[in-house]
Nanobody
């Protein structure tokens, strides 16, 4: 089994920053590509960012490019999402995802493992 646990969400003012963390436990050898998605009530889960196992390749959603940075520390089995210049429209539940694929996948159906989500609220 693989478990993903997110942390670092909270309430921040517009223009502020937050760093989310996602720690993988269990069968960590089954997880290579990692990603972040976000979802608001009544809407589909949207792609935010993804990273390959080595960290050599990253992909970002258009709405977060140049503001968010995904990174990982494989020694700690942890992936991070640094979020800068936050906007009220970034408010959502953020989910960490993992998969055995080697490329940085961008679709929900490409990931097998999911965390429980962490709430990020950006006030104007």
């Amino acid at each position: 089994q693989v478990q993903l646990v997110e942390s670092g969400g909270g309430l921040v003012q517009a223009g502020g920053s937050l760093r989310l963390s996602c720690t993988v436990s269990g069968r960590t050898d089954d997880v290579y590509a990692m990603g972040w998605f976000r979802q608001t009530t009544g809407k589909e889960r949207d792609f935010v960012a993804a990273i390959t196992y080595t960290g050599g390749s990253t992909v970002y959603g258009d709405s977060v490019k140049d503001r968010f940075t995904i990174s990982r520390d494989n020694a700690r089995n942890t992936v991070y999402l640094q979020m800068n210049n936050l906007k009220p429209e970034d408010t959502a539940v953020y989910y960490c995802a993992g998969d055995s694929r080697i490329y940085a996948a961008t679709r929900v159906d490409e990931y097998d493992y999911w965390g429980q989500g962490t709430q990020v609220t950006v006030s104007s």
